[in-house]
């Protein structure tokens, strides 16, 4: 029994020692122990070494197999990817190690699978290791994330990354677990007044900041108060490219205040007629506290008059919101209130008066007053206007103006007396009854008893209105006298714009019988007169039937005398080759063709009177064709003759005169000033002065007009030719060619005719300007009118002469304007039917009836012995003529969009429908934006549409060729003066790619 038992317990024991080896060499995964060289690897960095030790000596290792994941987003094992590379993948001999590299950063995870036996047969065990992975070096910037349009003085958040060459994102997670400091970059932006918080307030325009555990660093950034680009440049370290961000500060913030500005603003309250046509036209400007415009911002405005309803109206991109009021039937004061909808604090009120249409009283006026009598101009009529207002100085239509004459006390020259053309007129819509007067005639034949050359009288026109009477003074005269006449363009026009004033001044007057002209022509018939081709005597030819076609035929006198070689003259003698030639053959054509006289003449002198003073024009230009050049140029002996035909046949009461042409110095007969040192030939019936010809000229009331003629004269011989004209009170001439030697000799016979006007200057003075019968100063901020300068139409001044002249020259008057608030004209002398003309802009700033030429005004001339005033010359000036009213005028674009979708290599090709019921002009700007870059870069400004249109269509391109690849978007902008913007985008993003050429697909 004994024996049984411990049998018994030798069994147990054995069994519990098998049991106890079995338990042993089972292997745990506590022993299994999977190191790392390196706490944190660097992806793109030297390999970890991992290493697996086994504390279990019962167990036979046959191999470890290794494999490395990526935990994304630290999710459990379902969320692994492979990353990296282990090498070996399979070790068989211990120590069992394998190296890991990875590019990729984050927490990688290494799987480590070991194959044993265990009591005789296989078994494996999966153990993992989680190596961490630090980013590589800052290799570039991400992209930004932030927003690149807010409102001034906004805050925007500015998020922004980098990256390792792998396309890691670089964080803090490495510096958060072992300390240290991570990667950085700089802010900096501009202007000046942008900042970004710097935990405490927006104090500063840069900042560092640090990248986070997520590889992200942000700022917070205000944009500048002041509307505009902000810049914010992002600096990371050395060798890494900036990048920088633009972002725009909108002028649409909330307002802080409203300007208002009222046409036509003349008045306290400014007025308009109650005629039920007329409105006043109200700017509102908004402005935020810093004083940018308050763009897409609403005003709620409501009248004190409780029939009108309230309206909302929101301001354009320039803070502007523009609306009529009126019209009124109903006399009285108006207010309109216009408050700002997102700040209740800011409001306007804006009184306006309208008044009674009624008229009350009547302007008269003559254009000209100073006339010539009707019988040297028969169609000449002067306008007088009596023009009709109300209590404002507005023009009222419809009134009937009676008119009569008050007789003067006529000269006895007078023949006919003067008259109106009709008795009464009815005002127009500028508010004037016009009627036309009649000047007096006077006798015309000079055998009568009655006969005067210097008549002149006057009268007095009566106009009569209701109970209201005007009279004004009108004057008449035969002889040469000045008359001016003005005129406005238009004479109605809205406040702002520009006005056309023209001053005329007319030589009028005694245009039947001036003095008469008894003129001489002395030409130069010496041998170098054939030089040049047509040769010069030819041009001279020319020219002086153009002198002779000045001269009234039957009056003027015209002789003839010439000065060269004596004896036998021929165009064709040998050796003279005309035509400039040495060919002869033709000689005999040209002499036909431009010497229409025999071409032969037998001069008896060398100066010699060809053709005594006549009245027969014709037998002049016929006597001209039979010079012939040849010989010398006894100048002083042709002068001689010439003023001795003259002081013997002159008449006493004409304008004597001598004209001296030379192609050359004088030589035969020596110096015609008989200076003193020069050789010259002694005239025995003359005086020992009168061997100078000035003098002999001056005794006897010549006066001398001296040509030099082509480029043979020398210096001293122009100026023996100046001396002659000159100091006789003549001019001096140079023609350099026939053409000019034209003009010359047209000049010479205005010079010759009788002045209307000598040394005449006219004084616009603007100082104070008259408006509705008051006046008032037109000075600084509260002026009326203010000069234009124009480079074609002010100040322009033209001449008109009889023969077809005219001249015309433009002249800035800015300075003189700025300095004497006038405007000053030299005119000079004004001839016998010549027209003096001046043409100038000013610009309307009041409105009102504004007389434009008040008593501080005139002309003077002939030495200031005689003085004109202006004619009164008024102007209405009133508010927008042609507007259609634009209280709910509105701004639309719509169905923004491609035409030609698909693949483009091209252009993209874009339409749209405009649609605006203002009458101001609305501009159209297209837009386009590369994600990315996120600034709207403008590419199309289209032409301004005036409106009103409706549903028009509109179209543009975008060339893509050039652009660089990626993503756009499309904007379209439409803004108008008078209303709110409008803008459009297009629905979807475009692809724009350059792989193989310039393609766009819409996805």
């Not at 192609?663 to 020992?688: E, I, M, Q, V």
């Not at 100040?795 to 008057?813: A, K, M, R, W």
């Not at 749209?912 to 870069?937: C, F, H, K």
């Amino acid at each position: 029994m004994t024996g049984f038992k411990w049998k018994g317990r030798l069994t147990a024991a054995f069994i519990l020692l098998i049991f106890l080896i079995s338990a042993v060499n089972a292997l745990e995964s506590d022993e299994i122990l999977i190191q790392s060289d390196r706490n944190w690897m660097t992806a793109g960095g030297d390999p970890a070494s991992i290493e697996v030790i086994v504390n279990n000596v019962s167990v036979t290792v046959q191999s470890v197999e290794f494999e490395s994941f990526m935990v994304v987003n630290s999710m459990p094992l379902a969320s692994l990817a492979p990353t990296g590379t282990v090498t070996p993948s399979v070790d068989t001999g211990s120590p069992w190690k394998t190296d890991f590299y990875c590019e990729r950063s984050g927490v990688a995870e290494i799987h480590v699978t070991l194959n044993y036996i265990d009591n005789g047969s296989p078994a494996s065990m999966l153990k993992t290791f989680q190596q961490k992975v630090d980013h590589a070096p800052m290799y570039s910037l991400g992209t930004p994330d932030y927003l690149y349009e807010t409102t001034v003085n906004e805050a925007v958040t500015i998020t922004v990354s980098a990256l390792d060459k792998y396309g890691n994102l670089v964080d803090s997670k490495k510096e958060d677990d072992v300390g240290g400091t991570p990667e950085s970059f700089e802010m900096i932006s501009s202007p000046e007044t942008s900042e970004f918080w710097d935990g405490l307030g927006f104090n500063n325009n840069s900042i560092k900041l640090y990248v986070n555990s997520t590889g992200y660093a942000t700022a917070l950034f205000r944009v500048s108060e002041i509307a505009g680009t902000n810049l914010v440049n992002i600096i990371p370290p050395s060798g890494i490219s900036p990048n920088l961000l633009t972002i725009k500060g909108l002028a649409n913030a909330e307002p802080a205040d409203i300007v208002v500005s009222v046409s036509p603003a003349s008045g306290d309250p400014p007025y308009q007629p109650a005629d039920g046509i007329s409105k006043f036209y109200i700017i509102y400007q908004l402005v935020d506290q810093w004083g940018n415009p308050s763009g897409n911002r609403t005003l709620y405005i409501n009248s004190t008059d409780l029939t009108e309803p309230a309206f909302y109206r929101t301001s354009n991109s320039l803070g502007r919101i523009e609306i009529s009021y009126g019209p009124q039937v109903i006399k009285g004061i108006y207010t309109l209130i216009a408050s700002s909808v997102d700040n209740g604090s800011v409001s306007v009120t804006t009184d306006l008066e309208f008044v009674s249409t009624a008229p009350t009283d009547m302007l008269l006026t003559a254009n000209p007053q100073v006339m010539p009598s009707h019988d040297v101009d028969t169609g000449f009529t002067s306008a007088i206007r009596a023009k009709i207002i109300d209590e404002k100085g507005n023009p009222v239509k419809g009134e009937t103006v009676t008119f009569s004459i008050i007789p003067g006390a006529y000269p006895l020259s007078q023949v006919a007396g003067p008259y109106l053309q009709s008795a009464s007129a009815e005002s127009d819509q500028n508010g004037q009854a016009i009627v036309k007067f009649v000047p007096g005639e006077f006798e015309t034949d000079w055998d009568s008893l009655n006969y005067s050359k210097q008549s002149s009288a006057s009268c007095q026109v009566r106009a009569e209105w209701n109970s209201t009477v005007r009279y004004i003074n009108l004057e008449w005269k035969n002889y040469p006298y000045l008359s001016v006449l003005t005129n406005v363009t238009p004479e109605t026009v809205k406040v702002n714009d520009t006005v056309k004033v023209t001053i005329q001044l007319v030589g009028d007057g005694w245009a039947l019988q001036p003095d008469p002209i008894d003129v001489v022509s002395v030409a130069d018939r010496s041998g170098s007169m054939i030089w040049d081709y047509p040769d010069r005597m030819v041009s001279l030819m020319a020219a002086m039937k153009v002198f002779s076609n000045e001269m009234h035929d039957g009056r003027d006198r015209v002789g003839l005398t010439s000065f060269g070689s004596t004896k036998g003259s021929n165009i064709c003698v040998s050796g003279n080759d005309i035509g400039i030639d040495d060919y002869s053959g033709d000689d005999s054509a040209y002499k036909s063709l431009y010497y229409p006289g025999s071409g032969v003449t037998d001069y008896a002198d060398y100066a010699t009177v060809d053709l005594a003073l006549t009245t027969d024009l014709a037998a002049f230009d016929a006597e001209v064709d039979n010079i012939v050049p040849r010989g010398g140029t006894p100048m002083r002996y042709g002068i001689y003759k010439a003023i001795k035909h003259v002081r013997d046949n002159g008449r006493e009461d004409a304008v004597k005169a001598i004209i001296v042409l030379s192609d050359g110095d004088y030589n035969d007969y020596g110096d015609p000033l008989a200076r003193s040192g020069k050789s010259y030939t002694y005239f025995s019936d003359l005086s020992s002065q009168e061997q100078d010809m000035r003098v002999f000229a001056g005794n006897n009331n010549i006066t001398i007009f001296s040509i030099a003629f082509a480029d043979g004269m020398s210096s001293s011989g122009r100026q023996v030719m100046e001396r002659l004209a000159e100091d006789t009170g003549g001019k001096y001439y140079y023609a350099p060619d026939g053409e000019e030697l034209k003009d010359v000799y047209k000049d010479i016979a205005g010079e010759l005719k009788e002045a209307a006007g000598v040394n005449t200057e006219m004084e616009l003075m603007f100082q104070n300007v008259e408006i509705n019968n008051v006046t008032v100063p037109n000075t600084g901020g509260d002026a009326v009118l203010e000069y234009v300068y124009d480079p074609d139409d002010s100040t322009l001044i033209e001449n008109f002469y009889s023969n077809g002249t005219h001249t015309s020259v433009t002249e800035d008057q800015r300075a003189w304007w700025t300095e004497n608030i006038s405007l000053h004209f030299d005119v000079g002398t004004v001839y016998l039917n010549q027209t003096w003309q001046t043409t100038f802009l000013l610009k309307v700033l009041k409105p009102g009836n504004i007389n434009l030429f008040n008593d501080t005004s005139f002309i003077s001339f002939n030495g200031g012995a005689d003085t004109l005033e202006l004619p009164d010359t008024f102007i209405t000036a009133v508010a927008d003529l042609n507007s259609t009213g634009i209280n709910f005028t509105a701004l639309d674009v719509s169905g923004f969009h491609i035409t030609n979708p698909g693949d483009i290599t091209d252009t993209i090709d874009l339409e749209w429908n405009l649609d605006y019921t203002g009458s101001s002009s609305a501009s159209q700007n297209l837009y386009y934006l590369r994600l990315g870059d996120n600034v709207w870069i403008p590419f199309k400004v289209l032409p301004g549409v005036g409106g009103p249109v409706s549903t028009m269509t509109q179209q543009s391109q975008l060339g893509i060729v050039d652009l660089p690849p990626g993503e756009y978007r499309l904007r379209l902008i439409a803004s108008a003066a008078d209303t709110a913007d409008d803008m459009e985008e297009l629905s979807t993003t475009i692809m724009i790619g350059a792989s193989s050429g310039a393609y766009i697909k819409i996805e």
